[in-house]
């Protein structure tokens, strides 16, 4: 088999050489080099484009390898529509995305996604890198800006997930939006004020936040997986609640909302989420429905909120 293999091998050379002769296009492999990026504007900030680049194991000749291009705004225009167009001696090509930074909204996420699109002409399942990424997601979104709030009582039913705790009740830092007063966030929620951490349990080198939505006081969620800068040794421990999880499931906020899944904003300037209305993670023991006993609430009565 071996005399075949080089057989076959020699009878493919020209009078250009083995190498030169030879197509290394079905060889190549391709990769994004990023799976996802994040960015966190501030108003004065004046970025108006980002680029993505995307990384081939051979630089060689002109390649135009299929790409499927998504984005969820108007805001982002992509330089790419269906492909991506490598130059001959460049082993990167970058895909540019415009950002109509003046038009975007405090608090919106804007994304675009990107992934390789097996044609079996100009891509096929072999030129996937093996230890690359296949797809890239970038995510968008200008932050807004915080005043300090005072403190707020919280009572916690979701460290209850992993551990037979009891649901404590202790004081937070609490901060409102400057430009939506319907969107709160807690500081350091399970830093040194949890009455169950030792030092050395938690973060100290960083403020960890969650933020709550309140714009519907029906259809509270927090918006997005949030780290806690806790961890008992079995993984940094992580949480949202089960409303913004099937939204970013490609759920309808309405639907969701219907479904009973969203918390609760009351007139005594309550937030309570219903029983299995959070969900948390901890790397080593996994991920599980919160607020088993129906026991969470940020009561915000007492916080300097200025609400409209």
């Known amino acids: 088999m071996a005399m075949v293999a080089v057989a076959g091998l020699f009878a493919s050379c ?23 990026s994040n960015y966190s504007l501030t108003p004065s900030d004046t970025i108006r484009q980002i680029a993505v680049k995307v990384f081939r194991s051979n630089a060689k000749g002109n390649d135009t390898i299929p790409v499927a291009v998504t984005v969820n705004s108007d805001l982002l225009a992509c330089n790419v529509i269906d492909a991506v167009v490598f130059e001959n001696g460049k082993d990167f090509a970058e895909i540019l995305i415009d950002v109509d930074y003046d038009n975007l909204v405090i608090g919106n996420k804007y994304t675009a996604s990107f992934a390789f699109v097996v044609d079996s002409v100009n891509f096929f399942e072999h030129n996937y890198s093996i230890s690359g990424n296949k797809t890239a997601k970038v995510n968008l979104q200008l932050q807004y800006t915080w005043r300090a709030a005072g403190k707020a009582l919280y009572t916690e ?45 938690y ?21 997005g997986w949030y780290d806690t800068g806790l961890n008992w ?6 949480f949202t609640s089960y409303g913004y ?27 309570t989420f219903p029983v299995k209305g959070l969900v948390a993670t901890m790397p080593d023991l996994g991920t599980g429905y919160a607020n088993l006993n129906g026991a969470f609430k940020l009561d915000l009565s007492s916080a300097d909120l200025v609400m409209e």
């Not at 190549?28 to 799976?35: C, H, I, L, R, V």
């Not at 705790?165 to 500081?187: D, F, G, L, M």
């Not at 040794?233 to 992580?238: A, D, E, K, R, T």
């Not at 906020?253 to 937030?271: P, R, W």
Request: aromatic fraction near 16%; hydrophobic fraction near 30%; include cysteine.
């Open 157 to 201: 039913d979701i460290i209850t997930t992993f551990f037979n705790a009891p649901n404590t009740t202790y004081s937070v830092e609490v901060e409102q939006a400057n430009e939506n007063p319907a969107i709160i966030r807690t500081k350091n929620l399970y830093g040194a004020g949890y009455p169950f951490n030792e030092p050395g349990d």
């Open 203 to 223: 973060d100290t080198k960083k403020d960890y936040y969650v933020v709550f939505n309140c714009n519907d006081p029906e259809g509270v969620y927090i918006d």
């Open 14 to 36: 020209s009078e250009d050489g083995c190498w030169d002769a030879y197509d290394t296009t079905s060889e190549k492999t391709y990769s994004f080099e990023q799976a996802e």
């Open 233 to 238: 040794g079995y993984g940094l421990f992580s």
């Open 245 to 271: 999880y099937m939204m970013a499931a490609g759920y309808d906020f309405e639907a969701v909302k219907a479904a009973g899944y969203m918390g609760t904003l009351d007139e005594d300037l309550c937030i």
